[in-house]
């Protein structure tokens, strides 16, 4: 065993579920600002939740989202709860921006 293989990840995982969540996280971070998994991406997360419930996911397309659902669970089986709330922040930190 090398130097190297320390830092591998013993548990079989799904590579593609982590790049996907990660690359939703990178981007709701760029638009607002802060640094990835920050106290101040939770807090602002954790903020938007009653807003998301009340102004944005009213608006949205059920069968499109029905789709964007399908979509997500074949790259994320175990983590789709999690892919999917970070597709929705995304989703609500962009709509915001664009307002």
Same mark, same amino acid.
């Given at each position: 065993?090398?130097?190297?293989?320390?830092?591998?990840?013993?548990?079989?995982?799904?590579?593609? $579920?982590?790049?996907? *969540?990660?690359?939703?996280?990178?981007?709701?971070?760029?638009?607002?600002?802060? $640094?990835?998994?920050?106290?101040?991406?939770? $807090?602002?997360?954790?903020?938007?939740?009653?807003?998301? @419930?009340?102004? &944005? *996911?009213? @608006?949205?397309?059920?069968? &499109?989202?029905?789709?964007?659902?399908?979509?997500?669970?074949? *790259?994320?089986?175990?983590?789709?709860?999690?892919?999917?709330?970070?597709?929705? *922040?995304?989703?609500?930190?962009?709509?915001?921006?664009? @307002?």
């Amino acid at each position: 065993m090398g130097f190297f293989d320390t830092f591998k990840r013993t548990k079989a995982t799904n590579d593609n $579920e982590a790049v996907l *969540i990660g690359f939703f996280r990178t981007e709701t971070s760029k638009l607002l600002g802060h $640094e990835v998994n920050s106290k101040k991406i939770d $807090e602002a997360c954790k903020s938007a939740g009653e807003a998301m @419930q009340v102004l &944005l *996911i009213p @608006q949205l397309n059920r069968d &499109l989202q029905q789709k964007i659902a399908d979509t997500i669970s074949t *790259i994320c089986k175990t983590r789709f709860d999690e892919a999917f709330g970070e597709y929705m *922040i995304l989703l609500f930190v962009r709509f915001s921006v664009i @307002q």
